[in-house]
């Protein structure tokens, strides 16, 4: 039976990712975050009210009862981090965007450093590499032979955003486009309305327009579209299995999210995972899936199963 005691966990580096890791963890029961561990010239600085209580460090050396530490600085600063905290024998996670030949030296770099020092860590457990991966090597599986494109920032038109923005009611307004699974075309159109304006009116203003007839349309209103610009990312992964006996296989996988939130998530279910693996390096594709439920794997078996 999974533990109920939280797993304690140590943040290094409180930029973008670390803040948010440190907000996710204050939210959860089954972890608890032991200390912040920050450069010494910015270890003053103030923390929001939820996170007041929390010990702050400029070394992990210091902190004394965690679990692990989640590893949340720069990719050229990872392994430097890296080997200080192996070197107390303290687990770690870290989401150092490294691919391909670099990643795999990267790892079999930490490998060795874990194994000597006995303790376990999970590299690049972020969303690419991570998650992203993850998702690409099922795709392929269930694809053999196939070909996959990853398209990491979906199509901007400007001829339809420029329309978009000629809306009455519309302040502003962007027009994504993205290929649907049949081959056609997409247009996800997200508008920021002004004060008092009928957000259906606009919707089907915008739908009737002949620039978008014949198109399948998708209106979202949102409240700052600066900010939809700034943190949300897009992505679209398409795999095409061969033509064969076997059906033409096509598998799309479409989503735009805040990259630093999803980063985070994988982060803290990566920590969970860390208890009960061998010592020594792993990417998130190495674990068992089961093991990042943590103490939530009974549930999630039976909500997913």
Not at 120 to 147: C, E, K, N, Y
Not at 252 to 262: G, K, S
Request: aromatic fraction near 4%; charged fraction near 20%; proline fraction near 5%.
């Amino acid at each position: 039976m999974p533990s109920s005691k939280p797993l304690h966990l140590a943040v290094v580096g409180y930029g973008r990712v670390g803040q948010v890791c440190a907000e996710l963890i204050s939210l959860l029961h089954d972890l608890s975050l032991a200390a912040l561990v920050r450069r010494t010239a910015s270890a003053g600085g103030k923390l929001p009210e939820t996170l007041r209580h929390v010990p702050v460090t400029t070394h992990i050396g210091r902190v004394r009862d965690i679990d692990a530490a989640l590893i949340c600085v720069p990719t050229n600063t990872v392994m430097e981090a890296a080997s200080q905290i192996l070197q107390h024998g303290i687990p770690i996670v870290e989401c150092a965007m490294l691919h391909g030949d670099a990643l795999h030296a990267h790892k079999e770099a930490i490998h060795r450093l874990a194994l000597h020092h006995h303790a376990t860590a999970i590299v690049g457990a972020g969303w690419d590499p991570g998650a992203l991966s993850v998702f690409r090597s099922w795709f392929a599986l269930l694809t053999p032979g196939g070909s996959t494109e990853t398209r990491h920032h979906t199509g901007i038109s400007l001829r339809h955003t420029t329309m978009a923005r000629s809306v009455t009611g519309v302040k502003d307004a962007l027009c994504a486009e993205v290929r649907a699974a049949d081959g056609k075309f997409q247009r996800y159109v997200y508008v920021e309305l002004e004060k008092g304006a009928d957000a259906d009116t606009i919707t089907q203003s915008i739908r009737v327009d002949p620039l978008f007839l014949g198109e399948d349309t998708q209106v979202f209103p949102v409240e700052s579209l600066a900010e939809l610009e700034q943190e949300g990312r897009g992505v679209v992964l398409d795999r095409r299995g061969p033509p064969g006996r076997f059906g033409h296989q096509h598998l799309l996988l479409e989503a735009r999210f805040d990259e630093t939130v999803l980063t985070a998530q994988v982060m803290l279910a990566a920590a969970r995972a860390l208890p009960g693996l061998e010592p020594g390096a792993y990417s998130l594709a190495d674990v068992p899936l089961g093991r990042l439920w943590g103490e939530r794997v009974e549930m999630a078996h039976r909500d997913w199963l």
